[in-house]
C-alpha cells in the first residue's frame, strides 16, 4: 500500500512504483495505471490525488509516472563530503580478535579480512581516491601485525591495496595470531613473576623495618639494664690507688689486703718498656686472649666479666697494671678486640686519638693498655 503520507508509508514513491512494475510486468501501460489504484490506500492523500487524475494522464505510463512524482516526489539522498567519507575510511579498523572469523556478507560467509577490504574499497571509491594511495598508509598502520606484516606498504592505489588484504593467506594469519598468543602468554607470566616479587620484595622489606625496630627497641633496653647495673670503671684503677675494688663492677668476694708500702710502691712503679714482637710473644698473647674472652652485652655475659675480673684480682694481688703476662678482662659493652676500635672507650666509630669520652666511661687503665697490646701484637 502507499499513502501519500508522511509517517504511514514504508517505502519511497519511487520503490512503489519499481514494485508495480514488477507485478504487472506483462500489463499494457494502460492496465498498469488502472491496477494502481488496487494499491493506493483507501481514502488516503495519494488514493484521492489518483482520482483527480484525467484520462489522459493515465493512458500512458511515462506520463503517469512523472505526473505520479510531481505530486509524491521522492527523497532525496543525502550525499557525503569527501572529508566525510575519507574521515570514517581512516577510522575504519579491524580488531585481531576478528582474524581467522567468518562473517556474514550478502548472505554468505565471508572471512572478516576480506570483508573489510570490500569496505575499505566501497568508501575509497565514495571518496573518489580509488585510483591514488591517498591516506593508505595510516590505514596499514592501523592493521593488526599478524595482517599488516604480510602486507606491502608499497601499494600505489586503494584497488591494489584491497586486493592483496583479500589473497592474504588465511592459514599464515592464523599462525602468526597463534605465536603472539603465545608471546603474550609468555609476557603475562613475566609481568605475574615481575608483581609477585615486588610483592615478597615489600614483604621482607617490613620484615625488615620491623626486626630493626624490634632490635633496637631491645638493645635500647638491654642498654638501659647494663647501665644500671654501673658498668663503670673501679675507683682504684680511675685514680690509680691501692684500695680493693668492693662496687664498681659488682665483684664482692674478699681480696686479701696489701700492706701500704708495697701498694705504694707499685703505684708508683714505672712501666716496663714495651717487648719487641716475637712469635713467643705473640702466642702468649693469644693464650691470654682466650683466658679472658670477649663476652657478650647481656646478663649472662656480663655475669661471667665480672667472675674474670675477680679471677684477675685474686690472680694478680699486687698490681693494677695488665702486662704482656697478665693480660685482662674485656668490657662487655665495648667492641671486640683487635676490631680498629678506641682503646680509650671501645668504640669503633674513632680511634684513642680523637676519643672524647668522659672518665666515667672510659675503659679500665688496664684493659686500655692490653687492648693497644694486643692490637701491636697480634
Given at each position: 500500500?502507499?499513502?501519500?503520507?508522511?509517517?504511514?508509508?514504508?517505502?519511497?514513491?519511487?520503490?512503489?512504483?519499481?514494485?508495480?512494475?514488477?507485478?504487472?510486468?506483462?500489463?499494457?501501460?494502460?492496465?498498469?495505471?488502472?491496477?494502481?489504484?488496487?494499491?493506493?490506500?483507501?481514502?488516503?492523500?495519494?488514493?484521492?490525488?489518483?482520482?483527480?487524475?484525467?484520462?489522459?494522464?493515465?493512458?500512458?505510463?511515462?506520463?503517469?509516472?512523472?505526473?505520479?512524482?510531481?505530486?509524491?516526489?521522492?527523497?532525496?539522498?543525502?550525499?557525503?563530503?569527501?572529508?566525510?567519507?575519507?574521515?570514517?575510511?581512516?577510522?575504519?579498523?579491524?580488531?585481531?580478535?576478528?582474524?581467522?572469523?567468518?562473517?556474514?556478507?550478502?548472505?554468505?560467509?565471508?572471512?572478516?579480512?576480506?570483508?573489510?577490504?570490500?569496505?575499505?574499497?566501497?568508501?575509497?571509491?565514495?571518496?573518489?581516491?580509488?585510483?591514488?594511495?591517498?591516506?593508505?598508509?595510516?590505514?596499514?598502520?592501523?592493521?593488526?601485525?599478524?595482517?599488516?606484516?604480510?602486507?606491502?606498504?608499497?601499494?600505489?592505489?586503494?584497488?591494489?591495496?584491497?586486493?592483496?588484504?583479500?589473497?592474504?593467506?588465511?592459514?599464515?594469519?592464523?599462525?602468526?595470531?597463534?605465536?603472539?598468543?603465545?608471546?603474550?602468554?609468555?609476557?603475562?607470566?613475566?609481568?605475574?613473576?615481575?608483581?609477585?616479587?615486588?610483592?615478597?620484595?615489600?614483604?621482607?622489606?617490613?620484615?625488615?623495618?620491623?626486626?630493626?625496630?624490634?632490635?633496637?627497641?631491645?638493645t635500647a633496653a638491654l642498654t638501659a639494664k647494663l647501665n644500671a647495673m654501673s658498668l663503670t670503671t673501679p675507683q682504684w684503677m680511675?685514680?690509680?690507688?691501692?684500695?680493693?675494688?668492693?662496687?664498681?663492677?659488682?665483684?664482692?668476694?674478699?681480696?686479701?689486703?696489701?700492706?701500704?708500702?708495697?701498694?705504694?710502691?707499685?703505684?708508683?712503679?714505672?712501666?716496663?718498656?714495651?717487648?719487641?714482637?716475637?712469635?713467643?710473644?705473640?702466642?702468649?698473647?693469644?693464650?691470654?686472649?682466650?683466658?679472658?674472652?670477649?663476652?657478650?652485652?647481656?646478663?649472662?655475659?656480663?655475669?661471667?666479666?665480672?667472675?674474670?675480673?675477680?679471677?684477675?684480682?685474686?690472680?694478680?694481688?699486687?698490681t693494677r697494671h695488665a702486662s704482656h703476662t697478665t693480660g685482662f678482662p674485656l668490657s662487655p659493652r665495648a667492641s671486640r678486640i683487635?676490631?680498629?676500635?678506641?682503646?680509650?672507650?671501645?668504640?669503633?666509630?674513632?680511634?684513642?686519638?680523637?676519643?672524647?669520652?668522659?672518665?666515667?666511661?672510659?675503659?679500665?687503665?688496664?684493659?686500655?693498655?692490653?687492648?693497644?697490646?694486643?692490637?701491636?701484637?697480634?
Amino acid at each position: 500500500r502507499f499513502y501519500g503520507q508522511e509517517g504511514k508509508d514504508t517505502v519511497s514513491s519511487k520503490d512503489f512504483l519499481k514494485d508495480i512494475k514488477i507485478c504487472y510486468r506483462s500489463a499494457s501501460e494502460e492496465q498498469k495505471t488502472d491496477y494502481i489504484a488496487d494499491h493506493l490506500g483507501t481514502n488516503s492523500p495519494a488514493e484521492k490525488w489518483y482520482d483527480g487524475l484525467g484520462g489522459d494522464v493515465k493512458k500512458t505510463w511515462a506520463t503517469f509516472e512523472a505526473e505520479f512524482f510531481k505530486q509524491f516526489p521522492p527523497p532525496q539522498e543525502a550525499k557525503r563530503g569527501k572529508e566525510e567519507v575519507e574521515r570514517e575510511l581512516l577510522s575504519a579498523e579491524l580488531l585481531a580478535s576478528e582474524l581467522g572469523k567468518m562473517v556474514q556478507k550478502g548472505g554468505t560467509d565471508v572471512w572478516a579480512h576480506v570483508a573489510f577490504a570490500d569496505r575499505l574499497l566501497q568508501l575509497a571509491k565514495e571518496a573518489g581516491i580509488e585510483k591514488t594511495n591517498e591516506c593508505i598508509w595510516q590505514v596499514r598502520d592501523k592493521l593488526p601485525t599478524p595482517l599488516r606484516d604480510k602486507i606491502a606498504s608499497t601499494h600505489t592505489s586503494w584497488t591494489a591495496f584491497c586486493d592483496s588484504i583479500r589473497l592474504v593467506d588465511t592459514t599464515a594469519v592464523k599462525d602468526a595470531l597463534e605465536r603472539d598468543r603465545q608471546l603474550e602468554e609468555v609476557r603475562e607470566q613475566l609481568a605475574n613473576q615481575k608483581r609477585e616479587l615486588q610483592r615478597q620484595t615489600a614483604l621482607l622489606e617490613q620484615q625488615r623495618t620491623r626486626i630493626s625496630s624490634e632490635t633496637t627497641a631491645a638493645t635500647a633496653a638491654l642498654t638501659a639494664k647494663l647501665n644500671a647495673m654501673s658498668l663503670t670503671t673501679p675507683q682504684w684503677m680511675r685514680e690509680g690507688q691501692g684500695s680493693q675494688p668492693s662496687q664498681g663492677y659488682g665483684v664482692s668476694a674478699p681480696i686479701r689486703r696489701q700492706n701500704t708500702t708495697s701498694t705504694s710502691a707499685t703505684a708508683t712503679r714505672p712501666r716496663p718498656p714495651q717487648e719487641p714482637v716475637t712469635e713467643e710473644l705473640r702466642a702468649a698473647t693469644r693464650e691470654l686472649m682466650a683466658l679472658y674472652p670477649h663476652q657478650p652485652a647481656t646478663e649472662t655475659g656480663v655475669a661471667e666479666y665480672k667472675a674474670q675480673l675477680k679471677r684477675w684480682m685474686e690472680k694478680h694481688p699486687n698490681t693494677r697494671h695488665a702486662s704482656h703476662t697478665t693480660g685482662f678482662p674485656l668490657s662487655p659493652r665495648a667492641s671486640r678486640i683487635c676490631t680498629g676500635e678506641c682503646f680509650k672507650c671501645g668504640e669503633s666509630s674513632h680511634l684513642r686519638a680523637q676519643c672524647t669520652a668522659p672518665p666515667a666511661v672510659q675503659l679500665p687503665p688496664p684493659e686500655q693498655w692490653w687492648r693497644g697490646h694486643c692490637d701491636r701484637v697480634v
